[in-house]
């Protein structure tokens, strides 16, 4: 990317996060070397990884099993050695909210939230311009409020967190229950819902409910100018949308609600920018 938000050149290759850290750098590193070849006058890096991130020391704090060796990782450390360039690493929902805040649906706003929903829910909030990370680098993180109580078991060992209800394996995993079929995607179980299938259209229904007042709860909290819903089941959004905001207009009449505009790039444009930022503050 360039100061002035243009991508000069992608490349990408699948981290097969599964196999472990040290197949993971070694991705990472792939495509770092490939940009690098194309642009080597490049003045630095910038990341976003799923896990919690401590953006001063650029090190993963804690990632969950989906990352295998992950936690405790040095990545800023590590990049700065390996290529000797300034460095930014951060967490991948706080990089798309970077993007989507320069490029996408929130650009020209200062206070934003994102929530990502997809395997789970993401989330992030930018306060004054600057993302608000929060003492523990744990800011943001919607997906693990409890909004259940006693509900749903979830991997982070509470239960009935945000991210059994409204994220894309919540609603699959819901609509299987209801209708009594495996849905292999979100895009057969929206087909189902505009086949007129009644279990399925409860399910979304109910998902629409709740996304509503997770929204709802964040707009009472935190008051952005604008909640930015980004991910794999906010790309269905044209058969769920209309649902939420019917809900949201009974709710909060004045709440601005945006579909994120830049979908998986957002992670990467956000954390070039924060890339730029910190190099403008050095
Ligand atoms: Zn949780």
């Known amino acids: 990317m360039n100061e002035h938000g243009d991508a000069l050149h992608e490349s990408g290759i699948?981290?097969?996060?599964g196999r472990g850290k040290d197949h993971i750098v070694l991705h990472t590193e792939t495509v770092i070397r490939q940009l690098l070849e194309r642009y080597p006058d490049t003045a630095g890096i910038g990341i976003g990884t799923a896990g919690r991130v401590d953006v001063d020391k650029g090190r993963v704090i804690y990632a969950t099993d989906n990352l295998p060796g992950w936690m405790g990782f040095e990545l800023q450390q590590w990049c700065e050695a390996r290529f000797s360039l300034p460095v930014v690493a951060d967490n991948d929902a706080n990089t798309a909210l970077a993007g989507e805040a320069w490029l996408g649906a929130g650009a020209g706003l200062s206070d934003l939230t994102m929530l990502t929903l997809g395997t789970g829910v993401g989330g992030a909030n930018m306060i004054g311009g600057r993302l608000h990370r929060g003492a523990h680098w744990n800011g943001g993180e919607w997906g693990h409020v409890v909004f259940v109580p006693h509900g749903r078991p979830c991997n982070c060992g509470m239960q009935?967190?945000?991210e059994q209800y409204i994220s894309g394996t919540a609603l699959?995993?819901?609509?299987?229950?209801?209708?009594g079929r495996d849905y292999?995607?979100?895009?057969?179980?929206?087909?189902?819902?505009?086949?007129?299938?009644?279990?399925?259209?409860?399910?979304?229904?109910?998902?629409?409910?709740?996304?509503?007042?997770?929204?709802?709860?964040?707009?009472?909290?935190?008051?952005?100018?604008?909640?930015i819903i980004g991910g794999g089941v906010a790309d269905a959004r044209a058969v769920w949308w209309d649902l939420l905001e019917h809900r949201l207009s009974v709710l909060d009449p004045v709440l601005d609600v945006r579909p994120a505009s830049l979908g998986?790039?957002?992670g990467?444009?956000?954390?070039a920018r924060l890339a730029m930022n910190a190099l403008i503050e050095l």
């Open 184 to 227: 292999a995607s979100g895009r057969e179980l929206f087909a189902d819902y505009e086949r007129g299938n009644e279990a399925v259209i409860a399910v979304v229904e109910q998902f629409a409910d709740n996304l509503a007042l997770v929204i709802h709860n964040i707009h009472i909290g935190l008051n952005p100018q604008a909640i």
């Open 160 to 162: 009935g967190c945000i």
């Open 14 to 17: 699948p981290t097969e996060a």
């Open 264 to 266: 998986n790039r957002a």
């Open 268 to 271: 990467a444009i956000g954390a």
């Open 172 to 179: 699959t995993r819901l609509a299987r229950t209801a209708a």
